[in-house]
């Protein structure tokens, strides 16, 4: 039954891998894999119970005799319900960052962007572009913000030729912004969430390999681009219908929720308690502040549509479906044993760190980056006796960055670099030849300067 779950695994990744060309839903892939595994666990639940859990097992049963159902009982309320708990801090913590950031544009707290971009200078629109996408993304999920930015620029630019470009430069970003946090990529979220890292440690020591991987390939990308670009005239959008703020009340709104987000690291160190929940402490705030500003629209019919946040997008969904579906699919294989197994026979050392972590780079290049990092993550638990493995130790942060970043090499890695070649209709080819070589660059520099900096 092992051998059946691991090739249901790889399987469910080589679909994922394919699936641009197959135009399989990955997220559909994940869920599918992980619930079939999962059943076929508890069908041979006796046997994987009393080899990996055996102890456990008994205390559960007390006085009782072992059959059938008490197996499936402890699976189901101590081994299964772990893996769905880890998941729902991510996915709650993912559902919190992107309803504010609904909340944020449905107010108009996000159009100071495009008048930020009311230049006709190739150069300059490229640097503000990559510059503002690159804060955004450390500090909200670089997938909504990746959305946010195409969407922004598709209204702005209307040269299809130059908006591949331009959004090439947005998914370069986004990626390598939403690496240098723990709030900014789920992958930063699931290492913060097992004790692997501290969220200012990761960030001071991914900040200049993430900035480099980000700078080369943009400076790079600039030196394809015309002196001036072709802009429409931007002007404010007209927001009477659904909402009412002024200036300062949309600043307003837009300091509490990126100070609210800010406050989320020194949340979890002072109460220990999941960043879910400073995330969703933060929702509640800025919810608050949206009523009491909008209170006046929020009593005419006008605010039918929008007193909830539109949230529940595809793509977002889509998202924390695929999150679900993997992180349950890399628990079972994790429960079967053969992932410590393999550990146990690889033989990792700390100095194997950095080999795991160049394969993992090239694999999400091709697998989405997600994915990628939770199959690595599984190879080994956070383990204070090796320096390599303990918390803030150097595989957390490589597999952090090379997983974060690897994924520009081709965009077919990750949900932004998807986005966006749909929205602009790229070819592989195209990307590869005109980006993916120069996100390549970066990243090899950056995988060096960052020997230097764990």
């Excluded at 510059?131 to 500090?139: G, R, V």
């Excluded at 679900?324 to 992932?339: A, D, K, P, Y």
């Excluded at 595989?395 to 929205?423: E, Q």
Aim: with cysteine; proline share 2%.
């Amino acid at each position: 039954m092992t051998i059946i779950i691991v090739t249901i695994f790889l399987m469910a990744y080589l679909l994922i891998a394919t699936g641009v060309f197959t135009n399989v839903n990955k997220a559909a892939v994940a869920i599918f894999a992980g619930t079939l595994c999962w059943m076929l666990y508890i069908g041979y639940g006796t046997d994987f119970v009393m080899s990996q859990h055996q102890a456990e097992f008994f205390d559960f049963l007390g006085s009782q005799k072992p059959d059938a159902t008490n197996v499936k009982e402890f699976i189901a309320g101590s081994i299964f319900l772990k893996y769905v708990g880890r998941a729902a801090e991510v996915v709650l913590f993912l559902l919190a960052t992107m309803t504010i950031i609904e909340i944020l544009d449905n107010n108009g707290c996000l159009d100071f962007i495009s008048q930020l971009l009311k230049t006709r200078r190739s150069q300059r629109m490229l640097w503000l572009l990559g510059s503002i996408t690159f804060l955004i993304s450390a500090n909200l999920d670089n997938l909504t913000t990746t959305v946010m930015m195409l969407t922004i620029m598709h209204k702005i630019i209307p040269s299809r030729r130059q908006r591949m470009i331009y959004g090439a430069a947005v998914v370069l970003a986004a990626t390598c912004g939403g690496a240098l946090t723990v709030i900014g990529d789920p992958t930063g979220l699931v290492l913060w969430n097992m004790g692997a890292v501290t969220a200012t440690n990761l960030s001071m020591s991914l900040a200049i390999p993430c900035i480099l991987a980000w700078v080369i390939p943009t400076w790079l990308l600039g030196r394809s681009l015309p002196e001036r670009v072709d802009t429409e005239w931007i002007t404010l959008p007209y927001r009477g219908d659904d909402t009412n703020l002024n200036v300062w009340q949309r600043l307003v709104m837009l300091f509490v929720s990126l100070g609210g987000l800010w406050f989320i690291p020194s949340f979890h160190d002072i109460t220990k308690l999941s960043p879910f929940l400073g995330a969703l402490c933060v929702l509640s705030i800025l919810w608050i502040v949206n009523e009491i500003f909008n209170r006046k629209l929020l009593s005419t019919e006008r605010s039918t549509l929008r007193r909830i946040p539109l949230i529940m997008k595809y793509g977002t969904v889509k998202l924390m479906l695929f999150v679900i579906g993997i992180m349950l699919l890399c628990g079972v294989l994790s429960e079967t044993g053969i992932i410590a197994q393999f550990t146990h026979w690889v033989g990792f050392q700390d100095h194997s760190a950095w080999l795991v972590g160049g394969i993992a780079g090239i694999v999400s290049s091709v697998v989405d980056n997600f994915a990628s990092a939770m199959g690595f993550i599984s190879l080994h638990a956070v383990d204070g006796t090796t320096d390599a493995f303990a918390c803030d130790g150097s595989f957390w942060k490589i597999i952090a960055y090379t997983t974060g970043v690897g994924c520009n090499i081709l965009a077919i890695g990750s949900m932004s670099g998807l986005a966006y070649m749909r929205l602009e209709r790229v070819h592989i080819g195209w990307y590869f030849r005109n980006v993916g070589w120069k996100a390549l660059v970066g990243i090899a520099v950056g995988y060096g300067a960052l020997y230097f900096t764990v």
